[in-house]
């Protein structure tokens, strides 16, 4: 019946592609955490002329439109499973993936929602653009402009990837205010097509309304300019290795004065414990299916066979040579007496480079396998987008092992995967207390804990704990979100709190608090039939 309608109005049209039931809900209804969702049909948008008929449409027929960029949102989930009348239908903007430069020589450019990390590093390399593509660990094949919406960030100099976000235009829901794309009061005088002033001055004037299509249903954002971070001249990568658990604290004090003396020229930080380097290097010694975490012993003798420290932190330097060489003087001077310190540009690196590339095999082979996700890591932090974190979301799933050779793509293979993403004070005690809770929490549901912090500043500081399981197992899925239920909870009890949320706890969350009143009205006014993704980032909206 839906797809029938869908045929009589979209039929013949070239810039929509109409998707059934069975093939739109293995697309795009695959999670990883939970059955898939029913998708009852999916649009593919090639050209935005066709959104403000697809709007009225929505409006006239309740349906629900659930838009998206890449439908990548591993772990968080774009599509939601609630129990709204109508029928639900995803959006899929990623055929449109034209990229439209605004200026080469201050790194400025709109993208559309389907230009992908690779999508834009191939421009960039080929346009000769002297800038880098804001990459995450969610690889090549995300989108730049969804990941931006959901506020998400990266390792590049330009850490907050909204905040790079200088402009966007987008559709309304809203069957009164859908005829013509929402543009901001500083773009819509210009007669002349540049724009060049909204596209580079962030705030235009009058209340700023583009950021409420962040983490939101309010809107269909159909392109957005974003600032590039600059190619420095100079680049090195630090390894800081941390045998000693007890000096934790002392580790996070550095990082937080690495962070402020060196603001601008050190990237973002990140942390990591024993277990996560352990996810990282080696294969799950309990075998990828089994529901339960490493015993200490595993943990001593993979630590011992893959040199790995209880923490490491791995942080990258930017900028003219000379300021490269003071930087990495600064950070030898504060790690005294912590830990190993390597360089990515020092001769251990090269030299063990060379040698298990000269001989591939024993002992070696082990240290080449670490050496090329260290490049590839070093990659990352380059702004060359690359598959190196995606593995991790394959670390229980025992029908299909990574292989970074082809895409990964962790919903399509089944893999079990939550986020736990909240936001700690930067201070020692708070995340050793962090760190704890953690490690008491997730062993208890058969959760390994796995502890990432990632600092953007030096005030607060971002862990993003995977939740890994396998998916195809009922009572590991029941576990996972029990673990993630607990940890959210509890957590925020304890002053922690979640940056992003999924599509379930989303809507826990924010229940009754008087944002999502608020939220709710502004919703009213942007979508007054509550067509665009009820439910996606609210309990009622
Ligand atoms: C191993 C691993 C590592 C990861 N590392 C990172 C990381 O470093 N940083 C990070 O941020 N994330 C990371 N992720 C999480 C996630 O996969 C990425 O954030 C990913 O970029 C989001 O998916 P997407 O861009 O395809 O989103 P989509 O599914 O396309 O969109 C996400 C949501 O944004 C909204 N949206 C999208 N497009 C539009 C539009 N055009 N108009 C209006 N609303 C829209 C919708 O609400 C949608 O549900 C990681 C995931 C894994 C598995």
Same mark, same amino acid.
């Given at each position: 019946?839906?797809?029938?309608?869908?045929?009589?109005?979209?039929?013949?049209?070239?810039?929509?592609?109409?998707?059934?039931?069975?093939?739109?809900?293995?697309?795009?209804?695959?999670?990883?955490f939970?059955?898939?969702?029913?998708?009852?049909?999916?649009?593919?948008?090639?050209?935005?002329?066709?959104?403000?008929?697809?709007?009225?449409?929505?409006?006239?027929?309740?349906?629900?439109?659930?838009?998206?960029?890449?439908?990548?949102?591993w772990?968080?989930?774009?599509?939601?499973?609630?129990?709204?009348?109508?029928?639900?239908?995803?959006?899929?903007?990623?055929?449109?993936?034209?990229?439209?430069?605004?200026?080469?020589?201050?790194?400025?450019?709109?993208?559309?929602?389907?230009?992908?990390?690779?999508?834009?590093?191939?421009?960039?390399?080929?346009?000769?653009?002297?800038?880098?593509?804001?990459?995450?660990?969610?690889?090549?094949?995300c989108?730049?402009?969804?990941?931006?919406?959901?506020r998400?960030?990266?390792?590049?100099?330009?850490?907050?990837?909204?905040?790079?976000?200088?402009?966007?235009?987008?559709?309304?829901?809203?069957?009164?205010?859908?005829?013509?794309?929402?543009?901001?009061?500083?773009?819509?005088?210009?007669?002349?097509?540049?724009?060049?002033?909204?596209k580079?001055?962030?705030?235009?004037?009058?209340?700023?309304?583009?950021?409420?299509?962040?983490?939101?249903?309010?809107?269909?954002v159909?392109?957005?300019?974003?600032?590039l971070?600059?190619?420095?001249?100079?680049?090195?990568?630090?390894?800081?290795?941390?045998?000693?658990?007890?000096?934790?604290?002392?580790?996070?004090?550095?990082?937080?004065?690495?962070?402020?003396?060196?603001?601008?020229?050190?990237?973002?930080?990140?942390?990591?414990?024993?277990?996560?380097?352990?996810?990282?290097?080696?294969?799950?010694?309990?075998?990828?299916?089994?529901?339960?975490?490493?015993?200490?012993?595993?943990?001593?003798?993979?630590?011992?066979?893959?040199?790995?420290?209880e923490?490491?932190?791995?942080?990258?330097?930017?900028?003219?040579?000379?300021?490269?060489?003071?930087?990495?003087?600064?950070?030898?001077?504060?790690?005294?007496?912590?830990?190993?310190?390597?360089f990515?540009?020092?001769?251990?690196?090269?030299?063990?480079?060379?040698?298990?590339?000269?001989?591939?095999?024993?002992?070696? &082979?082990?240290?080449?396998? $670490?050496?090329?996700?260290?490049?590839? =890591?070093?990659?990352? *932090?380059?702004?060359? !987008? +690359?598959? %190196?974190?995606?593995?991790?979301?394959?670390?229980?799933?025992?029908?299909?092992?990574?292989?970074?050779?082809?895409?990964?793509?962790?919903?399509?293979?089944?893999?079990?995967?939550?986020?736990?993403?909240?936001?700690?004070?930067m201070?020692?005690?708070?995340?050793?207390?962090?760190?704890?809770?953690?490690?008491?929490?997730?062993?208890?549901?058969?959760?390994?804990?796995?502890?990432?912090?990632?600092?953007?500043?030096?005030?607060?500081?971002?862990?993003?704990?995977?939740?890994?399981?396998?998916?195809?197992?009922?009572?590991?899925?029941?576990?996972?979100?029990?673990?993630?239920d607990?940890?959210?909870?509890?957590?925020?009890?304890?002053?922690?709190?979640?940056?992003?949320?999924?599509?379930?706890?989303?809507r &826990?969350?924010?229940?009754? $608090?008087?944002?999502?009143e608020?939220? =709710?009205?502004?919703? *009213?006014?942007?979508? !007054? +039939?509550? %067509?665009?993704?009820?439910?996606?980032?609210?309990?009622?909206?």
């Amino acid at each position: 019946m839906l797809i029938d309608v869908l045929k009589t109005h979209f039929n013949g049209v070239s810039s929509v592609e109409i998707i059934d039931t069975e093939l739109a809900t293995s697309l795009y209804g695959k999670t990883t955490f939970s059955e898939p969702v029913t998708v009852h049909a999916a649009l593919q948008v090639k050209e935005k002329s066709i959104i403000p008929t697809i709007i009225k449409l929505a409006n006239s027929q309740s349906w629900q439109l659930y838009p998206v960029s890449s439908c990548k949102n591993w772990g968080y989930g774009s599509v939601n499973n609630v129990d709204e009348c109508g029928s639900r239908i995803v959006l899929d903007l990623s055929p449109m993936n034209r990229i439209y430069p605004v200026s080469k020589e201050l790194g400025i450019l709109t993208v559309e929602p389907g230009v992908t990390q690779q999508i834009l590093a191939d421009y960039l390399e080929k346009q000769d653009w002297q800038f880098m593509t804001p990459v995450t660990g969610a690889g090549p094949n995300c989108s730049i402009l969804s990941n931006a919406l959901e506020r998400g960030y990266g390792i590049t100099p330009y850490t907050d990837h909204f905040s790079a976000v200088t402009s966007l235009k987008a559709y309304l829901p809203n069957p009164d205010l859908c005829e013509s794309e929402y543009i901001s009061a500083t773009s819509s005088l210009d007669t002349s097509g540049v724009d060049f002033v909204d596209k580079t001055f962030k705030w235009g004037v009058g209340p700023y309304i583009e950021g409420l299509f962040t983490q939101s249903n309010f809107g269909i954002v159909t392109e957005a300019t974003i600032r590039l971070a600059p190619k420095p001249k100079g680049f090195c990568a630090f390894y800081i290795q941390c045998f000693d658990e007890s000096k934790f604290g002392q580790l996070v004090l550095l990082i937080r004065e690495v962070m402020r003396s060196l603001e601008g020229i050190v990237g973002s930080i990140n942390l990591m414990d024993k277990r996560r380097l352990i996810a990282m290097v080696a294969d799950n010694p309990q075998g990828p299916g089994v529901h339960a975490v490493m015993n200490a012993q595993q943990v001593i003798s993979l630590g011992n066979k893959n040199h790995l420290p209880e923490w490491m932190v791995v942080g990258s330097i930017y900028g003219e040579p000379e300021i490269v060489r003071s930087a990495k003087k600064i950070v030898s001077r504060l790690c005294k007496g912590l830990g190993k310190l390597i360089f990515s540009d020092g001769i251990a690196i090269k030299a063990g480079t060379f040698l298990s590339n000269l001989v591939p095999v024993g002992p070696l &082979k082990n240290v080449r396998s $670490q050496l090329q996700s260290l490049q590839e =890591g070093i990659d990352i *932090m380059q702004g060359k !987008p +690359n598959q %190196v974190a995606l593995p991790l979301a394959y670390w229980r799933n025992p029908y299909k092992k990574a292989d970074k050779s082809k895409a990964l793509l962790p919903d399509q293979d089944a893999c079990g995967l939550l986020w736990y993403a909240p936001l700690i004070p930067m201070e020692p005690e708070a995340m050793a207390n962090f760190v704890e809770f953690v490690r008491k929490t997730t062993p208890k549901y058969g959760i390994e804990p796995l502890i990432t912090f990632t600092n953007l500043r030096y005030d607060c500081v971002d862990s993003t704990v995977p939740i890994v399981f396998n998916l195809k197992d009922p009572d590991a899925l029941q576990a996972a979100h029990a673990c993630l239920d607990e940890l959210v909870e509890i957590g925020l009890r304890k002053g922690y709190v979640p940056y992003r949320l999924n599509v379930e706890q989303q809507r &826990k969350l924010l229940a009754g $608090q008087i944002s999502e009143e608020l939220s =709710g009205k502004l919703k *009213m006014a942007f979508d !007054p +039939n509550n %067509v665009l993704a009820p439910g996606r980032y609210s309990s009622r909206y």
